[in-house]
């Protein structure tokens, strides 16, 4: 499958098998993010990858998020806001580089789906992420138990435009 047809094809992946996904599968999926383009090349990013299940239990409370605790793995992207060149950009360069990850882990047969749902003092207090570092978004993976279909979408003529607005 082409990297266009693994983007294509993915779906957000709510309900997961009861199955580790192995270290290589997962240092991969890391290594994905690493290599992300950013800002200056700041790498303004640090990942918080959750194993415990009593951890991603605590995570699991929101009216959009109980599944975090039935995934393998929930990574915690942070960026760096200590500085006022990381505090403009450390959330889109984060965002890429949690991007890479879901892409690189669809096309290595893992799902995921980005979790917006979070209290973001609540996830800092648990996990002891500092004042100077921001939680951007949590995102979960894990062997789907699930293929949900596809959903509709705009047509591009009507969210795109050349040139003018």
């Given at each position: 499958m082409?990297?266009v047809?693994v ?10 098998e ?6 290589d599968i ?7 993010g690493?290599?992300a ?7 303004p990013?640090?990942?918080i990858?959750l194993?415990d299940d ?5 995570l699991?409370h929101?009216?959009w ?7 393998a ?7 760096y806001?200590?500085?006022s060149y990381?505090l403009?950009w450390s ?9 890479n990850?879901?892409?690189a ?11 917006g749902?979070?209290q973001e003092?609540?996830v800092?207090r648990?996990l002891?992420?500092p004042?100077d570092?921001?939680?951007?978004a949590?995102?979960t993976?894990?062997?789907?138990a699930e ?8 047509t591009l003529d009507?969210?795109v ?5």
């Amino acid at each position: 499958m082409s990297l266009v047809d693994v983007m294509l094809s993915r779906r957000s992946i709510r309900r997961y098998e009861n199955k580790n996904v192995p270290e290589d599968i997962l240092k991969r999926i890391l290594e994905a993010g690493r290599q992300a383009p950013s800002a200056g090349n700041r790498q303004p990013w640090h990942f918080i990858v959750l194993t415990d299940d009593e951890i991603k239990e605590k995570l699991s409370h929101g009216r959009w998020n109980s599944f975090v605790k039935d995934s393998a793995f929930t990574i915690v992207g942070c960026g760096y806001i200590g500085d006022s060149y990381s505090l403009r950009w450390s959330t889109i360069d984060t965002t890429i580089a949690l991007q890479n990850m879901v892409i690189a882990a669809w096309a290595l047969g893992v799902g995921s789906c980005w979790v917006g749902d979070f209290q973001e003092e609540e996830v800092k207090r648990l996990l002891n992420i500092p004042d100077d570092w921001k939680v951007i978004a949590l995102v979960t993976f894990g062997y789907p138990a699930e293929q949900p279909m596809g959903r509709s979408k705009k047509t591009l003529d009507e969210i795109v435009n050349f040139n003018k607005s």
